[in-house]
């Protein structure tokens, strides 16, 4: 009898700690810009933005946005709840440059945009 219940403290123990919530982290992106030689260019502005998404249900509005200044490295890094297809838009000076960058749940994803 001792045996049975054992087994079934195991078995009930096992099936709680397995379906547990996995918790999900943001969605991260790095954005390194770069010149045509390869060099980090430092003080662009990097803008991420979702073209605008309604809800056909609801009509509400999806924007997602992000604004940001590369850093020395000529990384500028953004943080977002959702998964999303955005679009990068990178200005420095009289240099810019157009991209897309995919956000994935609870993962850094990197990106390079060359200015020319």
Known sequence: ???YLLLFCLAFVGLVTSSSCK???DCEAIITVVDTMG???SGAKVVLRQDS?????????ADIFG???TT???????SFKWEAVLNVEVTSLT?????????EQSKTVRKTVTVK
């Open 67 to 69: 604004e940001q200044f």
């Open 72 to 78: 020395s490295s000529g990384e500028a890094i953004f």
């Open 1 to 3: 009898m001792n045996r």
């Open 53 to 61: 998404v309604i809800n056909p249900q609801t009509g509400v509005r």
């Open 39 to 41: 060099r980090a260019v």
């Open 23 to 25: 918790k999900t982290k």
């Open 95 to 103: 240099t810019s440059a157009k991209d897309y960058i995919r956000l």
